[in-house]
Antibody, heavy 120, light 107 residues
Framework: QVQLQESGPGLVKPSGTLSLTCAVSGGSISSSYRWTWVRQSPGKGLEWIGEISHSGYTNYNPSLKSRVSISVDKTKNLFYLNLASVTAADTAVYYC?????????????WGQGTLVTVSS | EIVMTQSPATLSVSPGESATLSCRASQSVSRDLAWYQQKPGQAPRLLIYGPSTRATGIPARFGGSGSGTEFTLTISSLQSEDFAVYYCQQYNNWPQTFGQGTKVEIK
């Protein structure tokens, strides 16, 4: 069974860039799935951030599109999240996930999540 | 984007009883509705989609129904491990969106 593990700084300064890595094990990131980032904050609940397909196609939430970038390193079985110009509103638990069937809609494998706090 | 509204916010249920959770969409999402369960300190877990197909390993006491804008998750004979927060998610319109959750607590 595939496993996902998020990593990255737990504290980011306002106006800085949030950068997270998701390590995929037990399966290839080149397989026909979509790899997703979702965040969870007390104020906004669960929010879909965006996704990347095995072919590198990306899709972002319009509310974040100007600030977000998702990329993949197939050689290392990793995918990444970068969120620029962060504010306190970006404080959340960030999850990486894999979808059920390649559609990108249903997320059946999740990392355990990593808390990122935006504060000076 | 489509707004998903869940009710009630909190549901108090005794073990062995059943629970009915509701999810309403601000516009029709056809049958493209999923439910997730989340326990404290854990990631969400996919329970049901489509909106009545149970994900792999999900017990038959979990049932989903509905279409259009009104959906229901029913948990029959609640077990101790079922006390958690439940989220609905629509994936008919982009971007996919989630409800604010219903907490099922022990009465």
């Amino acid at each position: 069974q595939v496993q996902l593990q998020e990593s990255g700084p737990g504290l980011v300064k306002p106006s800085g860039t949030l950068s997270l890595t998701c390590a995929v094990s037990g399966g290839s990131i080149s397989s026909s799935y979509r790899w997703t980032w979702v965040r969870q904050s007390p104020g906004k609940g669960l929010e879909w951030i965006g996704e990347i397909s095995h072919s590198g196609y990306t899709n972002y939430n319009p509310s974040l599109k100007s600030r977000v970038s998702i990329s993949v390193d197939k050689t290392k079985n990793l995918f990444y999240l970068n969120l620029a110009s962060v504010t306190a509103a970006d404080t959340a638990v960030y999850y990486c996930a894999r979808d059920l069937d390649g559609s990108g809609w249903l997320h059946d494998q999740w990392g355990q999540g990593t808390l990122v706090t935006v504060s000076s | 984007e489509i707004v998903m509204t869940q009710s009630p916010a909190t549901l108090s249920v005794s073990p062995g009883e059943s629970a009915t959770l509701s999810c309403r969409a601000s516009q029709s999402v056809s049958r493209d509705l999923a439910w997730y369960q989340q326990k404290p300190g854990q990631a969400p877990r996919l329970l049901i989609y489509g909106p009545s197909t149970r994900a792999t390993g999900i017990p038959a006491r979990f049932g989903g129904s509905g279409s259009g804008t009104e959906f229901t998750l029913t948990i029959s004979s609640l077990q101790s491990e079922d006390f958690a927060v439940y989220y609905c998610q629509q994936y008919n319109n982009w971007p996919q969106t989630f409800g604010q959750g219903t907490k099922v607590e022990i009465k």
